[in-house]
């Protein structure tokens, strides 16, 4: 009776939009939406990481190394998932962890993806000598492996977090320059953009106005998948010292730390271990649904 | 060689748009370490169209109608000759300033409008972009003014492309195209995405907007019954060159080059009881790449001579300026 009432209302007020359509096409695979409810969760301790964090994550309790956690035999509820060798406790490690991995993936694909986009843009409206030259230098890029090229842009800039960052927008940028470049040269030869320039439009406006709202999709897909690669790339160059160093507690970084105890106490790598599975997971499910969604050579009907 | 005009009320004025000699050629690479070689996609096209007049573009696909419509909307610079626009030639500094006198409306009304858009910003852009001190509300009042004009409702302002049908498109896609005033539209086969009872809403609607704001229309198409209902003048193209510019009666009365006879009696008949003499063309269109000297009909016509395969002739001839050492009466 209720959805009977609802739904002339609703259905007269506006017809299905785009946003009601992606959502029914996302929420279909089941993957994804779990998915985006792990990362709502993972955003969520990332903001609130200071106010619900039992300790302060840096300081050390030197009567209790090594704790394990609670439900494990000489573990106690003041320390819910143990201790680490200096006496930090892990949970609270393991929330502001969260923080710096929603901070690198934010940053991170911001750089890379705002920066892609003008210049693949740029390669799909430039010349054609510009447009080789731009895709050139991408290919080259692309040639590294991704981690080694990080690596050693790290050891050049110094290691810290910002030039960790840096490095992983860099190696992590030739993918939006390409698909942004793919995009605009599709959109490009399509009447409406032909149009605007009828209408006077100037090169910038076409770029920018006309031709990039269309080729969004795709790079929003890459967005949320190169955001994991970008979490997962921070914690390696964390754990081979090359990224936050310590006593920062990031996650990549822990994972190296707590190195040499993995055979006595096995919870200083797992919990950090698996925040780093299951945030990357998650991410990469919601980033395959959202591809679902967003592509339309996968929609049907 | 241009087609003078039949009405001499308009002479004073200046044509909306001649055409002299326009030529598009494309260098096409000759594939791997080929010579590039050169498509005539357009050659020698010249015509005189006045405020009011419609000029049907005819021929079949790959003739050189769409370029010819490119190159008057200005998308791309003729390779040869020139045009005019209300008798300012269309080169350099003045460019800038025709831009806005020429409009163009697309085959594919799925394609022309920016599906991120909603309609009322569609239509607002051109103004946005060439008229950047009118204030916000006056372009809206003049986007809802040409909504009505073109017969579509003010609720319509604030909804996006995909929620229209093609008609309903192609309506939006004239709106667009009206909304600088232009002195000429060019119609690049307008109706031909159509459905055959949306086509005639949409070409009364175009008839109904020529006799209201005086444009002049260059109306590209393959459709014989669609030019028939519209045009004042007939271009019939073949190859890239034209072969015939009449009037329509005069086109459609007493074709006198062999390649109109064929296209003409290829339209169908509704009346399935008469008799048609359908003339059957031999042989294939030869590629652009490689165009017989000569007449480019010669090869597929039935009465080729010698001569036409070693001159090619020129447009000349009354009632209609035809292009063929023999033409008809």
Same mark, same amino acid.
């Given at each position: 009776?209720?959805?009977?009432?609802? $739904?002339?209302?609703?259905?007269?007020?506006?017809?299905?939009?785009? $946003?009601?359509?992606?959502?029914?096409?996302?929420?279909e695979n089941r993957g994804a939406v779990i998915g985006m409810w792990v990362f709502a969760a993972f955003v969520a301790v990332a903001v609130l990481a200071d106010l619900i964090a039992p300790h302060d994550p840096i300081v050390q309790y030197r009567d209790h190394l090594l704790q394990p956690p609670f439900w494990v035999e000489g573990g106690s509820w003041e320390f819910p998932l143990g201790t680490d060798a200096v006496g930090r406790d892990m949970l609270s490690r393991l929330l502001h962890g969260a923080r710096f991995s929603f901070y690198v993936g934010v940053v991170v694909v911001a750089f890379a993806a705002s920066g892609g986009i003008v210049i693949g843009l740029l390669a799909g409206f430039a010349p054609k000598w510009v447009d080789t030259l731009i895709m050139r230098v991408m290919d080259i890029i692309l040639a590294f492996p991704s981690l080694l090229l990080a690596l050693v842009l790290v050891a050049i800039l110094g290691p810290s977090l910002t030039n960790a960052m840096i490095a992983i927008a860099i190696v992590l940028q030739p993918h939006y320059v390409r698909l942004t470049r793919a995009s605009a040269l599709s959109e490009r030869s399509k009447d409406y953009v032909t149009a605007a320039r009828v209408a006077g439009a100037s090169k910038l406006r076409l770029m920018f106005i006309t031709v990039l709202p269309n080729c969004l999709s795709p790079i929003i897909v890459q967005g949320a998948l190169s955001f994991s690669t970008a979490i997962l790339d921070a914690a390696a160059l964390?754990?081979?010292?090359?990224?936050?160093?310590?006593?920062?507690?990031?996650w990549g970084t822990m994972l190296a730390e707590a190195r040499e105890f993995i055979l006595r106490a096995w919870w200083v790598v797992t919990f950090p271990g698996l925040a780093i599975l299951v945030t990357v997971l998650a991410i990469n499910l919601m980033g395959d649904g959202l591809r679902d969604a967003l592509d339309p050579k996968l929609k049907r009907s | 060689?241009?087609?003078?005009?039949?009405?001499?009320?308009?002479?004073?004025?200046?044509?909306?748009?001649?055409?002299?000699?326009?030529?598009?050629?494309?260098?096409?690479?000759?594939?791997?370490?080929?010579?590039?070689?050169?498509?005539?996609?357009?050659?020698?096209a010249s015509f005189t169209l006045h405020a009011g007049e419609t000029l049907a573009v005819v021929g079949e696909s790959g003739c050189g109608k769409s370029t010819l419509a490119r190159l008057v909307a200005m998308i791309e610079p003729p390779t040869g000759g020139t045009f005019e626009i209300g008798g300012v030639k269309a080169q350099g500094e003045a460019l800038k300033r025709l831009r806005t006198d020429v409009q163009i409306v697309f085959q594919d009304p799925y394609g022309s409008l920016n599906p991120r858009q909603r309609i009322g910003s569609i239509l607002e852009e051109p103004l946005l972009i060439n008229r950047p001190d009118m204030p916000k509300a006056e372009r809206e009042r003049r986007a809802r003014e040409t909504l009505a004009l073109t017969g579509l409702r003010p609720e319509h302002y604030d909804r996006y492309p995909h929620m229209f049908s093609g008609g309903q498109r192609q309506r939006i896609a004239v709106a667009r195209a009206l909304m600088l005033d232009p002195k000429v539209l060019v119609l690049d086969e307008p109706v031909s995405a159509l459905d055959l009872s949306v086509q005639s809403q949409i070409l009364n609607l175009l008839i109904?907007?020529?006799?209201?704001?005086?444009?002049?229309?260059?109306?590209?198409?393959?459709?014989l019954s669609v030019v028939k209902h519209m045009a004042d003048k007939v271009a019939v193209m073949y190859l890239g060159r034209p072969v015939e510019i009449g009037t329509r009666d005069a086109v459609f009365a007493a074709p006198r080059h062999p390649y109109t006879r064929a296209l003409l009696s290829a339209t169908p008949k509704a009346d399935p009881r008469q008799k048609r003499n359908r003339i059957r063309l031999e042989g294939e269109l030869p590629s652009p790449l490689n165009v017989p000297p000569g007449c480019p009909f010669a090869p597929r016509c039935w009465k080729a001579q010698p001569i036409c395969r070693q001159e090619r002739p020129e447009l000349s001839g009354a009632p209609t300026l035809a292009a063929c050492h023999f033409p008809e009466a």
């Open positions: 009776m209720v959805d009977a009432s609802n $739904l002339p209302a609703s259905a007269g007020a506006k017809r299905p939009g785009q $946003l009601s359509e992606f959502w029914r096409y996302f929420k964390g754990f081979l010292g090359m990224g936050a160093q310590p006593p920062t507690p990031e | 060689m241009s087609v003078q005009t039949q009405a001499p009320a308009q002479a004073e004025a200046a044509p909306a748009l001649v055409a002299r000699n326009l030529s598009r050629w494309y260098e096409v690479k000759g594939g791997f370490l080929g010579k590039p070689r050169t498509v005539k996609a357009l050659s020698e109904d907007l020529q006799e209201r704001l005086n444009l002049a229309y260059l109306f590209i198409s393959h459709d």
